[in-house]
């Protein structure tokens, strides 16, 4: 990063249904921290949250260049699931862990990672509901609010939100 160049943080949310607290709340950290966050869905250049707030995002998820971002993260909500075993999400996770990127995903979003296969052996939460899958796909599922591993960073719901942002942060420094 040059002097001066604000990092970029890529949080994707669901066209329809993102978590707003799992949003705005690590958005405004990061944010706060002097990250400029680009917000990214599929098939639509806005987003609607479960609770009918409707926000402009910036790229379409096949615009992505995951080089251009330090950080990839994934917002949950119940209209997450449309990412669940779409090919270009699981294929954008994968080559940011290639590319060492820092990976966050709250909510029921680690499913994502666990179906992209980057989980295995590691240690992640999610939300209650997506234990067993998160262990089908090989992760050791802790059931922490927060759980750290190398650069990747899950959170169990919106009660985590900031203890998330804050530990995205943290690694990102």
């Given amino acids: ?40 869905t599929k098939g639509t250049n806005q987003a609607k949250s479960s609770q009918g707030t409707t926000i402009n995002t ?6 992505v260049k995951i080089d251009d971002f330090s950080a990839l993260v994934f917002v949950g909500g119940p209209g997450t699931t449309v990412y669940f075993n779409d ?9 940011a862990v290639q590319k060492e990127k ?3 995903a709250i909510c029921i979003a680690p499913s994502i990672l666990a179906n992209a296969g980057i989980l295995k052996g590691k240690r992640a939460t999610a ?16 059931g922490e609010a927060v759980t750290v591993e ?4 899950t959170g169990n719901g919106p009660g ?12 990102l420094k």
């Fill in 150 to 153: 190398g650069k990747i960073i």
């Fill in 1 to 40: 990063m040059q002097e001066g160049q604000k990092q970029k943080i890529l949080m994707v949310v669901a066209p329809e249904g993102f978590q707003e607290k799992e949003y705005f709340g690590p958005k405004n950290i990061f944010e706060n921290f002097g990250y400029q966050v680009i917000t990214a």
């Fill in 87 to 95: 090919q270009e999400v699981l294929a954008l996770a994968k080559e």
């Fill in 160 to 171: 985590a939100a900031e203890e998330f942002a804050r530990k995205i942060v943290e690694i």
């Fill in 127 to 142: 939300f209650p509901s997506e234990e067993k899958n998160l262990k089908d796909n090989g992760a050791i599922f802790t």
């Fill in 58 to 63: 910036e790229l379409l998820l096949n615009q």
């Fill in 102 to 104: 820092v990976v966050g």
